[in-house]
């Protein structure tokens, strides 16, 4: 990352996700369950040999601070000892996100939003950026060992299926042609939806069509 031009994050994870991603208007987190685990940085290659670089934001943070104004620096620094910067790369496509790890009942996840960086987003026109909205995804991480790890998507068909079927209750919105389901509930509203939701006994809960394994370089 060269410069960090702003958090211009987005509905659509262009480059590599689809809409069977559940995304929401609010973080997925709170400061009270957020969990900082060093043993995700570093270099990784997934099943479809697409490569993941991990770094601390902070460290990231350091190397562009001198470059940026005094409004970009209180809005970027609220996030220097708590996430990562990561760099997701697969032929020819990249994607940059910011991404905050959080724990609850000793599950861990992350909180994925893309960054609007001149590498990631080149060939989109200003015109097409501005009728982006800024969403956050829940992200399951599971690590069997320093060396393999797992991150799953929460996918937005069992949602919805859950949704249909009064199991769950939670503030949403259908939006767009294709009518994505976007949570609007509030954060702490959220960290309450996945407290129960890994309670739950549904066998199949995290079963989702993005799910990347992650082996270290």
Not at 21 to 48: A, M, R
Not at 103 to 131: A, G, R
Not at 212 to 217: D, S, T
Request: charged share 30%.
């Amino acid at each position: 990352m060269k410069t960090i031009q702003s958090f211009s994050v987005f509905i659509v994870f262009a480059l590599f996700l689809t809409s069977c991603i559940v995304n929401s208007l609010h973080p997925f987190y709170t400061n009270n369950v957020l969990h900082y685990e060093p043993k995700f940085e570093g270099n990784w290659v997934d099943q479809g040999n697409g490569v993941w670089n991990v770094k601390s934001f902070q460290q990231v943070f350091k190397e562009v601070e001198r470059d940026l104004d005094k409004e970009s620096h209180k809005k970027y620094s609220k996030y220097n000892n708590i996430s990562y910067y990561v760099n997701y790369e697969k032929d020819s496509s990249k994607a940059a996100f910011l991404v905050v790890p959080f724990k609850i009942k000793n599950q861990l996840f992350l909180d994925f939003t893309p960054v609007d960086d001149n590498e990631s987003l080149k060939h989109i026109n200003d015109v097409y950026k501005m009728h982006l909205i800024g969403s956050h995804a829940l992200v399951k991480l599971d690590m069997d060992s320093k060396e393999n790890i797992s991150i799953k998507w929460l996918d937005s068909d069992k949602l919805e299926a859950l949704l249909k079927a009064n199991k769950i209750n939670i503030k949403h919105e259908k939006i767009g042609l294709d009518e994505d389901i976007v949570l609007t509930a509030s954060s702490e509203e959220l960290v309450k939806f996945v407290e129960k939701y890994i309670a739950s006994e549904d066998i199949d809960k995290w079963k989702t069509d993005v799910e990347f394994i992650l082996k270290r370089k």
